[in-house]
């Protein structure tokens, strides 16, 4: 299997995009228009008077609780407390006014961000790139479609891997420890500081992640151990939520979310709760087998990262699409990366089906759900198989002319 170049990964990924994006597109206006499809067979993205919910959602949460989030247990009221505090200050503003502002400073700086990776030989040419790769994707479009919070994560771990590249530590660790502060999942990438062996950095973040959340839990009204106490006990309500049914299946991601599906048709006389902790030991393993792979074996920096993104979307128990805008980081990184792999053709295809809308069947136990929910977990274990397995054969090949040479 031959390598690719720069060019060639970019033209087939933007290949993919556009003929996976018109497929979708053709489908879901044959089921509205033709067939009198309403939602969710007539799109590949969430309820449409839900849009852009997930923005106020926060803010409609510290209303409820008269300006304190945890002053009420619900499984609605799971987000941190800094998450918190910055729907209060979106409040502040004006919520629309943020909402606008907010949404299309987001837009520009996708789209340049883009840009700015996909340089090709003609403003033209990259310009088009830059808009296939963003507003022909599910990804983009869902992430904008719902205007999560996520986006701004997206922001923040942008900077932390450019100040990172610059070496400037100290504004990595202030970074990643903000995002860790809004949304755990960034934690994996601590993984980065200790493979570089920069532990004094890594001990950093997680104090003033600590610190953050600690000090954002005492601005609210009842005092720190009442608001972390009720908030513990919110995100166990969630989890029976979210992780005992079938809630929050819509754009989901996980490798939990495709087992419970698989358990519909295959094994439902297995007990959902113990099956989901077979899973959690099963996660764990996967986390530790992979970030011991990660600073052991793999030398490839865009593999590493690749890695570190999919674990963040596949491991925890609901992931949404908007986790994978992340994915764009190491995709920028594997196209203008200068090393040849004889596994070129693969990645590409899988970061584009990745990328592009997949909504044609809907399981009839629940049909907001539909085949994205089992592929996408798919193309990300198939991801992450491919790198491992090639990291291993490599390292084997090394190994084996240490000893010729010994």
Known sequence: MKSLTREEKISYISTIILIGFMCTYIYDYWMGAYLGKSYPFNTFLFKPWDRFNDFFTPMNIVLRGNGNPYNFISPDSINSPLYHLMAIGFMYINPFLSFIVCIFAFIIFFVYVISKNLVLAT???????????????????????????????????????????????ITCVIILSVAIALKAAPGVLILLFLDAKQYKEALLTLVITLALNLLSYSVFTGGLWHNFQNNLISMKLYSKAYAMSMGGGVGTNSLWGAVKILREYFFNYINIETLYYVHYIIAFTIFVSVSAYILKIEKVFWKKLSLMIIMMSLLPHHSGYPKLMHLYFPMFLFINSGEKDKYDLIYTVLFALILIPKAYYHFPFLPELNESAILLPLFMVLFMGFIIYDGFRTYKIKEKTKTCIA
């Open 123 to 169: 403003r033209m040419e990259t310009f088009k790139n830059a808009i296939i790769f963003s507003f022909f994707t599910a990804i983009f479009l869902f992430s904008l479609e719902r205007s999560n919070y996520e986006i701004i994560i997206f922001v923040l771990i942008y900077f932390f891997l450019e100040f990172y590249r610059k070496k400037n530590l």
